[in-house]
């Protein structure tokens, strides 16, 4: 029995961990902690959560807890995966990794040395229909890749307080959703890219509303990175890839559960096609858990979490942007 324990009373959580544990007999989930224990507690009341952790620190020692689920903003992944690391806990660490590269790096190290899989939460990534993409471009069956693109772009309003709106917190559009289109086409095409051009809009100092970057993946191929949150932006999530023989489009590639296409173009022949799946993040709790039991390696984490933040960082540079600084912990 995996026992876990959620650090944040977040929005993300009865979603992405307790919705998919309650479906499991293999684990559950016994505690949560906030940055207020009346937080805490009603969050525990809702969701029939037996413990409430006096602070974050309290819940990463409890020694009947054997994976924290880090709910945070950016800013508090790095020295609280760490901390849970360092107690012989593994970590499942919401997205993106860190506030910046150097951070994603420390996390790495960290989970290298306690020797605990430190995961990042792509759900996506765990979805049969984005292995069934990985397997029509490995395959060969359009070719060589020749460009990518990928775009996810959905309205987040401004108010205040809005975590996503704040730099200090690790906010902005690249951060909260272009980490995605980042990590999809890193994934399809298997090698790290440069960083040709980019652009973002700000509609408050360091915060970028949306981004668009050109990225280079070696010899001729390019990708290119869109995302928005703007409030008038259409919501649009889409992975594109171009090879010398066809090409695949995949709607919807962040929520497949909620409906999907991958449509295949190849000498002019079209198919469509669906992959039938659960929920992703009940397909991401499914992988955890197999990779705890050494049934599976971690897909994400580790040198990937730390390329990923490496993108991130240049993208921000090659746009006149500093990377998310790190942040003393609050």
Not at 66 to 73: E, G, K, R, S
Request: aromatic letters at 4%.
């Amino acid at each position: 029995m995996i026992r876990i324990g959620i650090l944040g009373a977040a929005k993300i959580a009865p979603k992405a961990i307790l919705e998919p544990a309650r479906k499991r007999t293999d684990c559950r989930v016994v505690a949560v902690a906030a940055r207020a224990v009346d937080r805490a507690t009603a969050f525990a009341a809702e969701h029939g959560i037996q413990h409430v952790a006096d602070s974050y620190d309290a819940l990463i020692a409890r020694d009947d807890i054997d994976l924290i689920y880090n709910a945070l903003p950016p800013h508090r992944h790095a020295d609280l995966s760490i901390a849970a690391l360092k107690t012989g806990k593994a970590v499942l660490c919401e997205k993106p990794f860190a506030m910046n590269a150097d951070e994603a790096g420390k996390m790495a190290e960290a989970a290298r040395q306690a020797d605990r899989p430190l995961i990042e939460a792509f759900h996506y990534r765990f979805h049969p229909a984005f292995e069934r993409v990985l397997n029509i471009v490995r395959s060969g069956h359009i070719g060589d890749i020749v460009s990518m693109e990928s775009d996810f772009s959905v309205s987040i309003p401004y108010r205040p307080g809005e975590l996503r709106h704040t730099l200090e917190t690790g906010g902005g559009a690249l951060m909260d959703l272009g980490c995605y289109s980042i990590h999809m086409l890193r994934t399809v095409a298997g090698t790290e890219p440069s960083v040709a051009s980019a652009q973002c809009h700000c509609d408050r100092p360091g915060v970028d509303i949306s981004t668009h970057a050109r990225l280079n993946f070696g010899g001729d191929v390019s990708g290119a990175v869109m995302t928005s949150m703007s409030e008038t932006v259409t919501r649009r999530i889409l992975l594109h890839v171009e090879g010398s023989h066809g090409s695949v489009t995949f709607t919807n590639p962040v929520h497949p559960h909620r409906g999907h296409e991958i449509i295949v173009q190849r000498y002019g022949q079209t198919t469509t096609e669906t992959v039938p799946g659960e929920v992703t993040y009940d397909h991401q709790l499914a992988h955890v858990i197999d990779v705890l039991a050494g049934r599976a390696k971690p897909l994400t984490g580790g040198a990937d979490a730390v390329a990923n933040m490496q993108v991130i960082d240049a993208i921000y540079r090659a746009a006149g942007l500093s990377p998310r600084p790190s942040m003393a912990a609050s």
